[in-house]
């Protein structure tokens, strides 16, 4: 159940993580987010 829904939702897992570590740099790093935009 719980690997079918991992792969059903792959791709919102990915935005997920991505989104996290994009939160994490930007808090930590204040260049990096002035560099993203």
């Given at each position: 159940?719980?690997?079918?829904?991992?792969?059903?939702?792959?791709?919102?897992?990915?935005?997920?993580i991505?989104?996290?570590?994009?939160?994490?740099a930007?808090?930590?790093?204040?260049?990096?987010?002035?560099?993203?935009?």
């Open positions: 159940m719980l690997v079918a829904f991992i792969k059903g939702n792959n791709e919102f897992f990915i935005s997920v991505i989104i996290t570590i994009h939160s994490y930007s808090s930590h790093f204040p260049m990096y987010d002035r560099q993203c935009y």
